[in-house]
């Protein structure tokens, strides 16, 4: 049985993906901190239920803890790693960036140098369609130019890669970097739009609605998502021989067995239409409060996922109106409204 480390595991996708890795028949040690950033009782109820599997076991504590990493590689040598520990939220890092720079950067830097002594068959990072930052070519395709990164959220993501890259070179690690686009689904935090949307609603409550409604975002159904990141982990990025060229179309580096992978819907939806699709699995429509655009935000997100059917035969497929509406089942359930 081979094992597999989640960090980030109690988190939103963690949860989908360790539930996944389990019933692969993985063994899963899942590392998270269990901050307060949101209500810890929902991390909690996660965490419980992955407990019920008897190959899980939980570590609750921060990956940038000295040597916190180091030991555990020591000790359990996982044959997978899938980095997914991070301090989400565009907004929240204009608040409190050195939460960022703690978690995202100092926290990565240690799981990178315990690979290093201890290497795993792959690395799977996560980093993110912010990444792509101002740049305006549509759909995001991995080859692009990544340069300008327009919140400190994203510009910590990309310095990750830029991380992740060095460590692969120097040392022949084996790591893909996926970029995912907006997630969504059950389980999801309190602070993503489609939870704060529903609710709101729910509870008779405007909603505000950014850059006046006009926002397109490639939103991605979670177990869609981990599916991606699934079969990612067999396919492993190896290092060019001297004088091979990479594939077109191919984000694979030159000079290391590293590579980056967009894992989107391949669809551009506009904001207003996702409310719509809340708004029909509630039943109830919303009073919008339409609102300028926020610091750091972009104004459409899209993804090529060329790259990803290429090495795995895969392409998310769930619809927005199907993805919300198991979305609003499991949040009328949960919540009991």
Request: charged share 25%; with cysteine.
């Amino acid at each position: 049985m081979k094992t597999v480390l989640v960090t980030g595991s109690s988190g939103f996708i963690g949860y989908f993906l360790c539930t996944r890795l389990l019933k692969d028949g993985f063994r899963v040690i899942g590392l998270d901190a269990m901050t307060d950033y949101y209500d810890v009782r929902l991390k909690e109820r996660r965490q419980q239920m992955l407990l019920q599997h008897e190959h899980f076991q939980a570590i609750n504590d921060r990956i940038e803890a000295s040597d916190l990493l180091m030991t555990l590689f020591r000790t359990e040598k996982p044959d997978f790693v899938i980095h997914l520990a991070a301090q989400a939220g565009v907004r929240y890092s204009i608040e409190n960036p050195r939460s960022y720079l703690e978690s995202n950067i100092g926290g990565t830097f240690e799981l990178l140098e315990a690979a290093r002594a201890f290497p795993p068959e792959h690395m799977l990072l996560a980093s993110t369609s912010s990444a792509y930052g101002a740049n305006e070519n549509m759909p995001y395709t991995e080859t692009d130019k990544a340069d300008h990164q327009v919140s400190f959220y994203a510009a910590t993501k990309k310095a990750t890669e830029s991380m992740a890259h060095s460590y692969a070179h120097l040392y022949d690690l084996p790591i893909t970097m996926f970029r995912f686009f907006t997630v969504y689904g059950p389980w999801a935090r309190p602070d993503m739009a489609h939870h704060k949307f529903a609710k709101a609603i729910l509870e008779g409550r405007p909603i505000d609605v950014y850059n006046f409604g006009d926002m397109k975002r490639d939103f991605t159904y979670v177990e869609d998502l981990v599916e991606g990141i699934r079969l990612l982990m067999d396919a492993v990025p190896v290092r060019p021989a001297d004088g091979e060229e990479v594939p077109e179309g191919d984000s694979l580096s030159p000079v290391a067995p590293w590579r980056v992978v967009n894992i989107g819907n391949s669809t551009s939806v506009q904001l207003t239409e996702f409310i719509d699709a809340i708004e029909a699995a509630i039943g109830k429509k919303a009073e919008r409060n339409l609102m300028p655009m926020q610091p750091g935000d972009v104004v459409a997100t899209w993804a090529n996922a060329d790259l990803l059917r290429k090495l795995t035969g895969y392409t998310p497929r769930t619809s927005v109106r199907d993805g919300i509406a198991k979305f609003v089942a499991w949040y009328r359930d949960y919540y009991q409204v």
